[in-house]
């Protein structure tokens, strides 16, 4: 198989090739590079790039494949967003702040990520400390239309995966920003049940809401990759003691007779009609799979905006305090400090009235999952918008940005339930639609269960960016 095509494949499709010999691992990373390289100045979600480490890797894993001793995730190349700490490799945070901070220790994902085989190959983009903008290192673009916007955070991750830079990458996730990436880029993008995934090694962006968790080409992958990562770290007194779900051997077991719940209230009431049409196709083809559709009702879903950003607010500037004396680092008139500069104000009554009402959400889901297996709601309110947006257009209504880009996903980290996003269509100009799909905590193995159905009777996941198929070899254009 070429190298182009190679760069186009699941991780999951990889491992097929290598293990037949049909391809190999340095064939594999050689391909993600020429497509880094080819795609990156227009792009921009590469941050820092270990090349020739990755090929040492990869060499490695062929050798294993030769002798029979591949592990799980042997030889497939990964991203990281650049909030995760990596030893020998810099840190950015996306801050200048700590612009050359090179850690001694990675992160226990990535230890764990590279114990299972994975090579590290690209440290990815993400607004500064994951929680404001990106002033210093260049605005990241979707590669659906290079004038909008790839989503949240974790966008340098989105944004790679969807230009098939690598086919594996990891993000956080504190009010969506897992989520928010793949919905508008294309891709998977799996939020774990809060303290699945060990965060040691992680910048804090919000104690009580942040979550590690894979970002990829298919729910498959997804799967394979928690597998990997999951389980208690005795470093992080947050992470779960749970026992590890079947997460890649329930992929085959299909929705026959599962109950997906569809909420009758909030999620639908600010959300654009392609989204919210795509999601229900979604449901409906899930029902004529086997699934049955029950209605559902949240209550106190209109509350989970203040509560969140209440939440995120106080615990942001409390981990952010050792540094308030540098705030134009943090970039003049950037939404960064401004976001900082607000965050100080939040009062401890406040703080604490949040964190006791988010309870009542917790009981809402606890009522939901007495009646469904899963619960599916839009991915995001509507498609990725303009870099340039001020605001959020959904059918032509203007809505505040901050507030209304997570009023889908945020609701999710504060009752800390599984949820995974995959692309669930396309809307009239051609920019992804996403669904999101939550189950009860510590059952991401239902999650993916039903996202790898939805994706073996869709296929949106594997269609290409138009930038990869229009002119595959031509400079690329960073005009709409």
Not at 422 to 450: H, K, N
Request: proline content about 6%.
């Amino acid at each position: 198989m070429s190298a182009p095509g190679l760069a186009d494949l699941s991780g999951a499709e990889l491992k097929v090739l290598f293990a037949a010999g049909d391809a190999s691992p340095v064939e594999a990373v050689e391909a993600c590079l020429a497509r880094i390289e080819r795609l990156e100045p227009q792009v921009n979600a590469v941050l820092t790039l270990c090349a020739e480490s990755c090929l040492r890797g990869a060499a490695a894993a062929e050798r294993r494949y030769r002798a029979g001793d591949a592990r799980l995730l042997e030889g497939l190349p990964f991203g990281l967003k650049d909030i995760i700490a990596t030893a020998g490799v810099r840190t950015t945070g996306g801050s200048t702040i700590y612009g050359d901070y090179i850690p001694a220790e990675s992160a226990t994902c990535v230890a764990r990520l590279e114990a299972a085989g994975a090579l590290l190959l690209a440290k990815l983009q993400t607004i500064q400390f994951a929680f404001g903008d990106n002033p210093h290192y260049g605005p990241t673009r979707n590669p659906w239309n290079l004038e909008h916007s790839p989503g949240a955070s974790s966008a340098g991750s989105g944004a790679a995966l969807a230009a098939r830079e690598l086919p594996l990458a990891l993000g956080s996730d504190t009010g969506g920003s897992i989520r928010m990436p793949a919905a508008f880029c294309g891709v998977t993008g799996l939020k774990p049940t809060y303290g699945r995934i060990p965060r040691t090694g992680v910048m804090a962006q919000s104690w009580t809401l942040d979550h590690i968790g894979p970002m990829t080409r298919s729910a498959e992958d997804a799967a394979l990759m928690l597998a990997a990562m999951g389980g208690h770290d005795p470093a992080d007194p947050t992470s779960a003691h749970a026992p590890a779900g079947r997460y890649v051997e329930a992929l085959a077991e299909g929705v026959d007779g599962l109950r997906i719940g569809v909420p009758a209230n909030y999620f639908f009431d600010v959300c654009s009609r392609d989204v919210e049409a795509a999601t229900r196709a979604a449901v409906q083809a899930l029902a004529d799979a086997g699934a049955t559709i029950v209605e559902v009702e949240l209550p106190h879903a209109h509350l989970a905006d203040a509560i969140g950003w209440t939440i995120m607010y106080a615990e942001f500037a409390s981990l952010h305090e050792v540094t308030l004396d540098r705030l134009a680092d943090y970039g003049e008139d950037s939404m960064s400090q401004q976001l900082l500069a607000n965050a100080q104000f939040v009062s401890a009554q406040d703080y604490l009235r949040a964190l006791r009402t988010r309870h009542l959400l917790q009981l809402d889901f606890e009522a939901v999952f007495a009646q469904a297996d899963v619960v599916i709601t839009p991915g995001n309110v509507s498609v990725a918008p303009r870099l340039d947006a001020a605001g959020l257009a959904i059918d032509g209504v203007a809505h505040p940005w901050v507030p209304t880009i997570a009023r889908t996903t945020l609701i999710f980290n504060l009752v800390g339930v599984p949820v995974v996003s995959v692309p669930s269509g396309f809307d009239a100009a051609g920019l992804p639609t996403g669904i999101q799909i939550a189950a009860r905590p510590y059952d991401e193995e239902t999650c993916l269960r039903v996202a790898h159905a939805y994706q073996q009777l869709t296929g949106h996941h594997r269609v290409l960016p138009p930038l990869l198929t229009t002119q595959p070899n031509a400079p690329l254009s960073t005009s709409a």
